[in-house]
Protein backbone atom coordinates (compact mmCIF):
# COMPACT_ATOMS: atom_id res chain seq x y z
CA UNK A 1 0.00 0.00 0.00
CA UNK A 2 1.06 3.55 -0.45
CA UNK A 3 0.06 6.95 1.58
CA UNK A 4 -2.85 8.14 0.82
CA UNK A 5 -3.64 10.28 -1.74
CA UNK A 6 -6.55 12.57 -0.57
CA UNK A 7 -7.63 13.72 -3.82
CA UNK A 8 -7.64 10.58 -5.80
CA UNK A 9 -9.19 9.21 -3.22
CA UNK A 10 -12.00 11.64 -2.83
CA UNK A 11 -12.75 11.10 -6.46
CA UNK A 12 -13.01 7.08 -5.74
CA UNK A 13 -15.27 7.76 -2.99
CA UNK A 14 -17.53 10.18 -5.44
CA UNK A 15 -17.56 7.34 -7.89
CA UNK A 16 -19.63 5.15 -5.79
CA UNK A 17 -22.16 7.63 -4.85
CA UNK A 18 -25.42 6.26 -5.13
CA UNK A 19 -24.78 2.69 -6.10
CA UNK A 20 -25.37 -0.29 -4.41
CA UNK A 21 -21.42 -1.09 -2.83
CA UNK A 22 -20.27 -3.94 -0.78
CA UNK A 23 -18.01 -2.47 2.37
CA UNK A 24 -15.62 -4.37 4.50
CA UNK A 25 -14.94 -1.90 7.85
CA UNK A 26 -12.50 -3.12 10.51
CA UNK A 27 -10.66 -2.11 13.62
CA UNK A 28 -8.43 -4.20 16.01
CA UNK A 29 -6.02 -4.19 18.19
CA UNK A 30 -4.87 -7.05 17.84
CA UNK A 31 -5.70 -10.84 19.48
CA UNK A 32 -2.89 -10.98 21.25
CA UNK A 33 -3.64 -7.69 22.77
CA UNK A 34 -4.47 -8.97 26.19
CA UNK A 35 -0.98 -11.20 26.60
CA UNK A 36 0.54 -7.31 27.23
CA UNK A 37 -0.42 -6.66 30.60
CA UNK A 38 -3.86 -6.96 33.01
CA UNK A 39 -5.65 -4.28 31.95
CA UNK A 40 -5.49 -4.72 28.40
CA UNK A 41 -8.39 -6.32 26.20
CA UNK A 42 -8.33 -7.41 22.67
CA UNK A 43 -11.03 -5.20 21.74
CA UNK A 44 -11.87 -5.69 17.67
CA UNK A 45 -15.06 -5.59 14.83
CA UNK A 46 -15.00 -6.19 11.17
CA UNK A 47 -18.03 -6.13 8.60
CA UNK A 48 -16.76 -7.82 5.56
CA UNK A 49 -19.99 -7.49 2.12
CA UNK A 50 -22.52 -5.79 4.10
CA UNK A 51 -24.15 -4.16 0.90
CA UNK A 52 -25.12 -0.74 1.72
CA UNK A 53 -25.75 2.26 -0.67
CA UNK A 54 -24.76 6.13 0.34
CA UNK A 55 -25.58 9.87 -0.75
CA UNK A 56 -22.10 11.57 0.26
CA UNK A 57 -18.76 10.44 0.85
CA UNK A 58 -16.10 12.52 2.01
CA UNK A 59 -12.14 12.01 3.55
CA UNK A 60 -10.96 14.37 5.96
CA UNK A 61 -7.89 15.49 7.50
CA UNK A 62 -4.35 15.72 6.73
CA UNK A 63 -3.29 12.34 7.76
CA UNK A 64 -3.99 10.14 9.37
CA UNK A 65 -7.70 10.71 7.35
CA UNK A 66 -10.82 10.14 8.64
CA UNK A 67 -13.82 8.79 5.98
CA UNK A 68 -17.76 9.32 6.40
CA UNK A 69 -20.12 7.87 4.25
CA UNK A 70 -23.63 9.52 4.72
CA UNK A 71 -26.58 7.32 4.05
CA UNK A 72 -30.34 7.74 4.46
CA UNK A 73 -30.90 6.30 7.42
CA UNK A 74 -26.87 6.89 9.36
CA UNK A 75 -23.55 6.95 8.75
CA UNK A 76 -20.37 4.82 8.14
CA UNK A 77 -17.01 5.95 9.99
CA UNK A 78 -13.48 5.46 10.03
CA UNK A 79 -10.59 6.98 11.40
CA UNK A 80 -7.04 6.16 11.52
CA UNK A 81 -6.30 5.68 7.62
CA UNK A 82 -2.93 6.26 6.32
CA UNK A 83 -2.77 4.04 3.23
CA UNK A 84 -4.31 2.92 0.01
CA UNK A 85 -3.99 0.67 -2.62
CA UNK A 86 -3.59 2.82 -6.16
CA UNK A 87 -3.19 -0.01 -8.42
CA UNK A 88 -6.69 -2.01 -7.52
CA UNK A 89 -8.55 -2.17 -10.53
CA UNK A 90 -11.71 -2.50 -8.97
CA UNK A 91 -12.68 -1.16 -5.32
CA UNK A 92 -11.52 1.47 -2.99
CA UNK A 93 -9.22 -0.35 -0.34
CA UNK A 94 -8.14 2.23 2.88
CA UNK A 95 -5.90 1.29 5.65
CA UNK A 96 -4.49 2.58 9.05
CA UNK A 97 -1.16 1.16 10.16
CA UNK A 98 0.68 1.44 13.45
CA UNK A 99 4.26 2.85 13.66
CA UNK A 100 5.30 -1.12 13.61
CA UNK A 101 3.24 -1.16 10.28
CA UNK A 102 0.23 -3.56 11.33
CA UNK A 103 -3.01 -3.07 10.46
CA UNK A 104 -5.00 -1.36 12.82
CA UNK A 105 -7.99 0.13 11.01
CA UNK A 106 -9.53 -0.95 7.39
CA UNK A 107 -12.11 0.68 5.09
CA UNK A 108 -13.06 -0.70 1.63
CA UNK A 109 -15.75 -0.08 -0.38
CA UNK A 110 -16.42 -2.11 -3.83
CA UNK A 111 -19.24 -2.75 -6.49
CA UNK A 112 -18.43 -6.54 -6.27
CA UNK A 113 -18.04 -8.75 -2.91
CA UNK A 114 -14.64 -9.04 -1.17
CA UNK A 115 -13.15 -11.99 -1.14
CA UNK A 116 -12.14 -13.95 -4.56
CA UNK A 117 -8.59 -13.67 -4.35
CA UNK A 118 -8.50 -15.97 -1.40
CA UNK A 119 -8.94 -18.89 -3.79
CA UNK B 1 0.72 -49.45 15.03
CA UNK B 2 3.04 -46.71 12.08
CA UNK B 3 3.48 -43.69 13.73
CA UNK B 4 2.13 -40.76 12.69
CA UNK B 5 1.64 -36.97 13.38
CA UNK B 6 -1.86 -35.10 13.07
CA UNK B 7 -0.86 -30.93 14.20
CA UNK B 8 -4.22 -29.20 14.11
CA UNK B 9 -4.29 -25.28 14.65
CA UNK B 10 -6.28 -22.33 13.08
CA UNK B 11 -3.78 -19.86 11.59
CA UNK B 12 -0.85 -20.17 9.12
CA UNK B 13 2.55 -19.75 11.43
CA UNK B 14 0.93 -21.14 14.73
CA UNK B 15 2.52 -24.56 13.66
CA UNK B 16 5.86 -23.14 13.15
CA UNK B 17 5.95 -20.76 16.15
CA UNK B 18 4.57 -23.86 18.30
CA UNK B 19 5.90 -27.11 17.50
CA UNK B 20 8.10 -25.89 14.94
CA UNK B 21 10.94 -27.73 15.97
CA UNK B 22 9.13 -30.79 16.91
CA UNK B 23 7.44 -31.25 13.70
CA UNK B 24 11.24 -31.00 12.00
CA UNK B 25 12.52 -33.61 14.62
CA UNK B 26 9.15 -36.08 13.37
CA UNK B 27 10.22 -35.63 9.84
CA UNK B 28 13.54 -36.21 9.97
CA UNK B 29 12.63 -39.39 11.71
CA UNK B 30 10.39 -40.34 8.70
CA UNK B 31 7.25 -39.91 10.40
CA UNK B 32 4.64 -38.74 8.07
CA UNK B 33 3.08 -35.12 9.58
CA UNK B 34 -0.52 -34.17 8.62
CA UNK B 35 -1.64 -30.50 9.37
CA UNK B 36 -5.05 -29.34 9.58
CA UNK B 37 -4.99 -25.96 8.92
CA UNK B 38 -7.98 -24.22 9.82
CA UNK B 39 -7.91 -20.69 8.27
CA UNK B 40 -5.63 -18.71 5.92
CA UNK B 41 -5.39 -16.06 8.88
CA UNK B 42 -7.40 -13.51 6.65
CA UNK B 43 -7.27 -10.74 9.29
CA UNK B 44 -3.74 -10.89 10.59
CA UNK B 45 -2.41 -7.42 11.69
CA UNK B 46 0.89 -8.07 10.16
CA UNK B 47 0.97 -7.31 6.52
CA UNK B 48 4.75 -7.49 5.66
CA UNK B 49 7.61 -4.96 6.13
CA UNK B 50 7.65 -3.18 4.29
CA UNK B 51 3.75 -3.61 3.71
CA UNK B 52 3.30 -5.49 1.04
CA UNK B 53 -0.14 -6.95 1.55
CA UNK B 54 -3.64 -5.66 2.21
CA UNK B 55 -6.78 -7.12 3.73
CA UNK B 56 -7.62 -8.37 0.24
CA UNK B 57 -4.01 -9.96 -1.00
CA UNK B 58 -3.04 -11.09 2.62
CA UNK B 59 -4.88 -14.68 2.46
CA UNK B 60 -3.11 -15.63 -1.01
CA UNK B 61 0.15 -14.11 0.31
CA UNK B 62 -0.40 -16.39 3.47
CA UNK B 63 -0.97 -19.93 1.71
CA UNK B 64 2.04 -19.63 -0.18
CA UNK B 65 4.00 -19.04 2.72
CA UNK B 66 2.15 -21.53 4.70
CA UNK B 67 2.97 -24.18 1.42
CA UNK B 68 6.89 -22.72 1.92
CA UNK B 69 6.92 -23.16 5.47
CA UNK B 70 5.02 -26.79 6.12
CA UNK B 71 8.22 -27.99 3.00
CA UNK B 72 10.75 -26.64 5.48
CA UNK B 73 9.17 -28.16 8.22
CA UNK B 74 8.91 -31.72 6.39
CA UNK B 75 5.17 -31.77 6.66
CA UNK B 76 4.18 -34.45 4.29
CA UNK B 77 0.03 -33.93 4.14
CA UNK B 78 -0.94 -29.86 4.30
CA UNK B 79 -4.31 -29.64 4.55
CA UNK B 80 -6.70 -26.21 4.81
CA UNK B 81 -9.99 -26.47 6.03
CA UNK B 82 -10.89 -23.23 4.52
CA UNK B 83 -12.46 -20.88 7.40
CA UNK B 84 -12.49 -17.79 7.70
CA UNK B 85 -9.51 -16.17 10.36
CA UNK B 86 -11.57 -15.03 13.68
CA UNK B 87 -14.69 -16.85 12.85
CA UNK B 88 -14.23 -20.23 13.90
CA UNK B 89 -15.65 -20.32 16.92
CA UNK B 90 -19.00 -19.31 15.36
CA UNK B 91 -19.00 -22.15 13.30
CA UNK B 92 -21.11 -25.59 13.29
CA UNK B 93 -19.20 -27.30 16.24
CA UNK B 94 -19.93 -30.55 15.78
CA UNK B 95 -19.38 -30.11 11.59
CA UNK B 96 -15.95 -29.47 12.83
CA UNK B 97 -15.54 -32.24 15.03
CA UNK B 98 -16.57 -34.29 12.53
CA UNK B 99 -14.27 -33.12 10.48
CA UNK B 100 -11.18 -33.46 12.80
CA UNK B 101 -12.55 -37.04 13.74
CA UNK B 102 -12.49 -38.08 10.21
CA UNK B 103 -8.68 -37.26 9.64
CA UNK B 104 -7.87 -39.01 12.70
CA UNK B 105 -9.94 -42.04 11.34
CA UNK B 106 -8.65 -41.73 8.24
CA UNK B 107 -4.87 -41.45 8.82
CA UNK B 108 -4.35 -42.99 12.13
CA UNK B 109 -2.20 -41.07 13.89
CA UNK B 110 -0.12 -41.76 17.02
CA UNK B 111 0.65 -38.35 17.92
CA UNK B 112 -1.65 -35.13 17.94
CA UNK B 113 -0.38 -31.81 18.51
CA UNK B 114 -2.83 -28.47 19.23
CA UNK B 115 -2.95 -26.02 21.91
CA UNK B 116 -4.27 -26.22 25.27
CA UNK B 117 -8.14 -25.34 26.17
CA UNK B 118 -8.55 -22.40 27.98
CA UNK B 119 -4.67 -21.76 27.99
CA UNK B 120 -4.64 -20.38 23.76
CA UNK B 121 -5.78 -17.14 24.35
CA UNK B 122 -7.09 -15.94 20.95
CA UNK B 123 -10.18 -17.37 19.85
CA UNK B 124 -9.50 -19.26 16.75
CA UNK B 125 -6.98 -21.64 18.48
CA UNK B 126 -9.31 -22.37 21.50
CA UNK B 127 -11.93 -23.58 19.32
CA UNK B 128 -9.83 -25.99 17.41
CA UNK B 129 -8.04 -26.86 20.51
CA UNK B 130 -11.43 -27.72 22.01
CA UNK B 131 -12.99 -29.42 18.83
CA UNK B 132 -9.58 -31.22 18.70
CA UNK B 133 -9.98 -32.80 22.22
CA UNK B 134 -13.85 -33.21 21.66
CA UNK B 135 -13.00 -35.74 18.52
CA UNK B 136 -10.26 -37.70 20.41
CA UNK B 137 -12.34 -37.91 23.17
CA UNK B 138 -14.42 -40.09 20.80
CA UNK B 139 -12.07 -42.46 20.02
CA UNK B 140 -11.90 -45.20 22.59
CA UNK B 141 -9.46 -44.92 24.95
CA UNK B 142 -6.97 -47.95 24.54
CA UNK B 143 -7.00 -46.45 20.80
CA UNK B 144 -6.21 -42.85 21.33
CA UNK B 145 -3.64 -41.24 19.97
CA UNK B 146 -1.16 -39.44 23.00
CA UNK B 147 -2.20 -35.57 22.94
CA UNK B 148 0.05 -32.97 23.21
CA UNK B 149 -0.46 -29.69 24.14
CA UNK B 150 0.67 -26.10 24.04
CA UNK B 151 -0.35 -23.23 26.53
CA UNK B 152 0.71 -19.82 26.19
CA UNK B 153 -1.80 -18.39 28.53
CA UNK B 154 -0.12 -15.83 31.05
CA UNK B 155 -1.26 -17.81 33.76
CA UNK B 156 -0.32 -21.33 32.45
CA UNK B 157 1.89 -22.23 35.16
CA UNK B 158 -0.23 -21.46 38.09
CA UNK B 159 -3.14 -23.52 36.52
CA UNK B 160 -1.22 -26.25 34.49
CA UNK B 161 2.01 -26.20 36.99
CA UNK B 162 5.42 -27.13 34.81
CA UNK B 163 4.45 -28.53 31.14
CA UNK B 164 5.84 -32.56 31.39
CA UNK B 165 7.35 -32.60 27.96
CA UNK B 166 10.37 -30.87 26.82
CA UNK B 167 11.69 -31.53 23.38
CA UNK B 168 15.40 -30.28 22.81
CA UNK B 169 15.01 -28.58 19.02
CA UNK B 170 18.65 -27.03 19.61
CA UNK B 171 19.74 -29.23 16.21
CA UNK B 172 17.15 -28.06 14.42
CA UNK B 173 16.70 -24.50 15.73
CA UNK B 174 18.14 -23.02 12.07
CA UNK B 175 15.48 -25.32 10.31
CA UNK B 176 12.46 -23.70 12.34
CA UNK B 177 13.92 -20.30 12.13
CA UNK B 178 13.88 -20.64 8.24
CA UNK B 179 10.15 -21.59 8.60
CA UNK B 180 9.14 -18.27 10.66
CA UNK B 181 11.12 -16.54 7.87
CA UNK B 182 8.90 -18.12 5.43
CA UNK B 183 6.00 -16.64 7.00
CA UNK B 184 7.05 -13.45 5.30
CA UNK B 185 3.64 -11.12 6.16
CA UNK B 186 3.78 -12.00 9.46
CA UNK B 187 7.06 -12.44 10.53
CA UNK B 188 9.21 -10.16 8.79
CA UNK B 189 10.17 -7.79 11.91
CA UNK B 190 10.12 -10.26 14.31
CA UNK B 191 12.57 -12.86 12.44
CA UNK B 192 15.44 -10.54 11.87
CA UNK B 193 15.10 -9.75 15.32
CA UNK B 194 15.06 -13.12 16.72
CA UNK B 195 17.74 -14.10 14.23
CA UNK B 196 20.01 -11.41 15.63
CA UNK B 197 19.29 -12.46 19.07
CA UNK B 198 20.24 -15.76 18.65
CA UNK B 199 23.06 -15.72 16.71
CA UNK B 200 24.04 -13.26 20.23
CA UNK B 201 22.88 -16.38 22.10
CA UNK B 202 20.71 -13.75 23.67
CA UNK B 203 19.11 -15.61 27.02
CA UNK B 204 15.52 -14.00 26.22
CA UNK B 205 15.23 -16.06 22.85
CA UNK B 206 17.94 -18.75 22.89
CA UNK B 207 14.72 -20.62 24.60
CA UNK B 208 12.21 -19.81 21.59
CA UNK B 209 15.01 -22.06 19.38
CA UNK B 210 15.86 -24.59 21.75
CA UNK B 211 13.14 -25.97 23.65
CA UNK B 212 9.49 -26.63 23.08
CA UNK B 213 7.35 -27.78 26.16
CA UNK B 214 4.00 -29.41 26.25
CA UNK B 215 1.29 -30.89 28.23
CA UNK B 216 0.64 -33.88 28.04
CA UNK B 217 -3.47 -34.19 28.12
CA UNK B 218 -5.03 -36.41 30.92
CA UNK B 219 -8.37 -37.55 29.91
CA UNK B 220 -10.62 -37.67 32.46
Not at chain 2, 31 to 38: I, R, W
Not at chain 2, 127 to 141: G, K, Y
Not at chain 2, 178 to 191: E, F, G, N, S, V
Amino acid sequence: MEPIQKDKVQQQLDSYVDQEIYLHLETTNGSYAVLRGERTISVGAFIRNVPLRFERAVIAGHGPYRVGLKMQHGWVYAEGLTDWEPERQEGLLLAGHDEEGRLAVAFQVSRTPFGKEEE
Amino acid sequence: MKPHVLVVYPHPDDETFGPGGTIILHAQAGTPVTYLCGTLGQMGRNMGNPIMANRETLPKLRKLELQQAAKILGISDLRMMGYHDKTVEFEDREVLVKRILDVIEEIQPTVVYTYYPGHAVHPDHEAMAEATVEALSRIPAEQRPVLYCQAISNNRLEALGEPDVSVDITSVAEIKLQAIKAHYTQTAQTAARLEKAYANKDPEIIPWLTVERFYTYRWE
